[in-house]
């Protein structure tokens, strides 16, 4: 199985077991991905703090056991779960799973590096 159909599998198990939780259906993001990033910075409030990117990600992560699932997911794409050396591997793929780990790592941080000073409800 390669890792293209093995990320394929996963998030299909990750859609069914949301709807088996009774979240909503998340909409289909436009085929256009200079449009869907533009929708997505439509979502970030002009004043978007540090406490404001904590809150979220424990919220979205932590609050619910589909975000467990999820996070766990995402972890075990970045490698968190393993060693990122293989034996062997050529130096572009190292550089490539270390990629990978330093996303997982830079969500981890953010889950943990509770910010200094009160977090304020956010802005939507």
Excluded: C
């Excluded at 002009?46 to 919220?59: K, L």
């Excluded at 034996?87 to 330093?102: F, H, I, M, Q």
């Amino acid at each position: 199985m390669t890792a293209g159909s093995r990320r394929l599998r996963a998030l299909v198990r990750i859609a069914r077991l949301l709807r088996k939780t009774g979240a909503p259906e998340p909409r289909p993001g436009p085929s256009d991905p200079a449009a869907f990033f533009a929708e997505l910075g439509r979502a970030v409030p002009a004043t978007y703090t540090d406490a404001d990117q904590y809150r979220d990600f424990r919220r979205t992560f932590m609050a619910h056991p589909a975000g467990k699932r999820v996070l766990n997911t995402l972890f075990d794409w970045g490698l968190l779960h393993s060693n990122s050396y293989r034996e062997g591997a050529s130096t572009r793929d190292v550089l490539v799973r270390e990629g990978r780990r330093y996303m997982a790592l830079r969500i981890l941080d953010a889950l943990n590096a509770e910010p200094t000073g009160e977090a304020d409800e956010p802005t939507e």
